[in-house]
């Protein structure tokens, strides 16, 4: 054979899929997932029944734990010696199981995430509930198979005394499966199994008045009844856990925030990390110190506040946004029948149970044997020591011991065990008081072979037997529940005051969609000049607001950006802002149009939203705050080709002015648009025909009589009162508002409601960009075009209009009227 032909030409497909097959098929039922019987993982078990082989028991000596590790590497695990130190350290700790099987001398961690010992400084030895585990391994209760070099033999799963897969719970993750399945009392745990004997067919919410939820060796609070409910009941399920804290009064009108308890698997020394964080980034206001004062006494962590600062808020907001509060996933995965299942609290139970009577039965059997055995035995004895002489004249006059035994049994109708006992009799027994206490031993024999046969008889008694040993080991190893369990998850409301520092500052944003938040000590630097933009940019809008305030950005395609002030970047008036897709995604051509400064969203107040094909939409305005604004959200459907040209807010009695680019205005009371839901699309505004589109919608008090100013594409502006118009009603055509001209007709590029401090700025097709004070402008009628502002013939024709605000008070409700 050629060197070729010695290898297979197989595909690398082929290849990969048949060995990761056979990596996955290992990962799952030898490493990473729990029996659903024992409630152990390979590595696990093989620690335990090493240290049970070799006496390292509860009532010996604690013994290195290199020699353990030695021992189950050498002849049951042949992996990395840290992989089974670390499985043996996690047994031996407190904050992790909830009834530690492993006991260990020496530093075997911390729940601060510090390492162990290295094994050649830390001792072990079993526990005593461990005992529990491997009770009656001996006696032939469970399977062995051979271990990996076939020097020794291990057992397949441990007899398992009580149920570990629930008392202890599991972690793993495995190739296309993941367990999690959370640590529970031990005596709720035994009480409902012995509950799923007595009543078969008992419902998950009679389990519940039993086993109330998990009960994590860390204690804590959990929340949400009906997740462990859907977890018991699926598998699968969501609940909160939060730590204990309490705040305290402490001198000066001050108070402290004082944990004791921390959520199960929560790295105490990150969360005490994360929390000092937050101090020092400023990312909650009043803490003033963060202390660890945990000891040996228990855990406990000092959150020292302010003075005069709300500690319900403050902890509400660690609650938030640290792991004091987590979201523990029910996942409860385990090996049964050889293959990862997702089991019910029913299917844990039964197959414990299922374990169970296996165990007991085989235990049983193997009782009933040795009973049997030495109850043959003592029968020979006693008829032995009834014809003492003869077989003591026998013997001797055997040649040896194995002759010896041949005469006795040919003689005197022993049996080959009868015999062997009768020829080992020492000479002691020999004794008259032996006989009785021979007949003692019979007849207690005979009983323990009825009990024991009558075990096997009937699958009463058998469970009688299971019920007896759990209610003994009940007694023995139960303690109180760590865990309190409230039925609802709290929702959590965090007063702004608690996270943010109050202070009045400059918000901007341009066309093009630069934000920034500028401190008015910045502004005020550079005298409110030099405010950084792009060359084609423009500012939208400038206010003044409070770091504890909200802003709402509104876009062209009908997209709205919910934004908490204090999270907008604080950049300087000179520097140019963040661009909004920095925050939030926004499609290329997409523009900002309006942004909108909300202290709160009230009732009775709205949104008014004019779209340039006519449309026009009225919602409410606490519809548009949001809980979540990672992303832009809907403010209101658009059909294909429209977009929203103005937003504008209102208090439900505001006058509605609309204006076409052919030069029509229409003027009505924002009553006549009904308000509808966020996402809807809305109503006609105004009537427009073929190649008209709205400019522009604007809304101003009834009360006042605002200047109504266009800007033409021709370069001319012109300023108009309202007087000057008929009110009239929503979707009709309007009135004109220029004078027709038959060659180059003007055609309106910018419309806006005007008061003293506006000023209008509009760019030409050259971009030179220009501005005009309305309030100069001399009133004009209606059917005059306006006086020219600039030379369209030499500048280029009016492209773009915008206005621009500027705020020189602080913010108050009436700014958000004045678009």
Known sequence: MSQTEKYLDLPLEEVIGDRFGRYSKYIIQDRALPDARDGLK??????????????????????????????????????????????????????????????????????????PAAMRYTEARLSSISAELLRDINKKTVDFIPNFDDTDFEPVVLPAKFPNLLVNGSTGISAGYATDIPPHNLAEVIDAVIRRIDKPDVSVDELMQIIKGPDFPTGGIIQGIEGIKK????????????GRANVEEIRGNRSQIVIDEIPYEVNKANLVKKIDELRIDRKVEGIAEVRDETDRTGLRIVIELKKDVNGEGVLNYLYKNTDLQVTYHFNMVAIQDKTPKLLSLHNILDAYIAHQKEVVTRQTQFDLKQAKDRSHIVEGLIKAISILDELIATIRASKNKADAKKQIVAKYDFTEAQAEAIVMLQLYRLTNTDITSLQEEAEELR???????????SEKKLFQTIKKDLKQLKKTYATPRLTVIEDEIEELTIDI????????????????????????????ASNGEDFAMKEEDHLVKQAEINTTDKVLLFTNKGKYVYLPVHELPDIRWKDIGQHISNIVTIDKDEYIIDLLPVREFKEEEYLIFFTKNGMVKKSELKLYEAQRYSKALIALNLKKDDEVVSVVHTKGYSDVFIASNKGYGLWYHESEISPVGQRAAGVKAIQLKDGEFVVNGQVFDDLTEPSLVVVTQRGA?????????????????????LRELKNKPHRIRGFFVSYENDIICFKTESDEVHQIFPLELSTSDRYSNGSFVIDADTQGEVVAVWKQSTYEKPFDESLINSN
């Open 447 to 457: 009983k323990r072979i009825e009990e024991l046969e009558s075990i096997l008889a």
């Open 42 to 115: 390979p590595v696990q078990r093989r620690i335990l029944y090493a240290m049970h082989q070799e006496r390292n028991t509860h009532e010996n000596n604690f013994r290195k734990s290199a020699k353990t590790v030695g021992v189950v590497i050498g002849n049951y695990h042949p992996h990395g010696d840290s992989s089974v130190y670390e499985a043996m350290v996690r047994l031996s700790q407190d904050w992790k199981m909830r009834n530690v099987l492993v006991e260990m001398h020496g530093n075997n961690g911390s729940i601060d995430g510090d390492p």
């Open 717 to 737: 502006a012109k300023r108009m009162k309202l007087r000057e118009f008929e009110k009239s009603s929503r979707a009709k055509r309007g009135v004109f508002m």
């Open 497 to 524: 005051d608690v996270v943010v520092a109050s202070e009045d500052v400059l918000v901007t944003v341009t066309r093009d969609g630069y934000i920034k938040r500028t401190s008015l000590r910045s502004y005020s």
């Open 231 to 242: 977890a018991y009941e699926t598998g699968k399920g969501k609940i909160i856990v939060r």
